[in-house]
Nanobody, 117 residues
Framework: QVQLVESGGGLVQPGGSLRLSCAAS????????MNWYRQAPGKERELVAT????????TYADSVKGRFTISRDNAKNTVYLQMNSLKPEDTAVYYC????WGGGDYWGQGTQVTVSS
């Protein structure tokens, strides 16, 4: 059974930083692009960032460009989201995700990020 386990969320002041991690297991991590999504209360889930299987290409939502960085370590089966210059509007539950070639859509349990003074 595929597992995605996020960690690293918490409470941070505006302007602060957090680094989220997503530990993957029970699938061939290095062959799949990985995504980070977020969902704020009362809002739809939003794609935040994507990284290709090799890490050679990344894309970001306009709302986080220049502040967030997605990366991966295929030796550790882990994808990261470095979040800098955090704003209150970044408050959300953050999820890692991937789609496999068979159409499976896999999600972690999420980690809460709260940006507040």
């Amino acid at each position: 059974q595929v597992q995605l386990v996020e960690s690293g969320g918490g409470l941070v002041q505006p302007g602060g930083s957090l680094r989220l991690s997503c530990a993957a297991s029970r699938f061939t991590f290095r062959t799949y692009a990985m995504n980070w999504y977020r969902q704020a209360p009362g809002k739809e889930r939003e794609l935040v960032a994507t990284i290709t299987n090799t890490g050679g290409s990344t894309t970001y939502a306009d709302s986080v460009k220049g502040r967030f960085t997605i990366s991966r370590d295929n030796a550790k089966n882990t994808v990261y989201l470095q979040m800098n210059s955090l704003k209150p509007e970044d408050t959300a539950v953050y999820y890692c995700n991937f789609l496999n070639w068979g159409g499976g859509d896999y999600w972690g349990q999420g980690t809460q990020v709260t940006v507040s003074s």
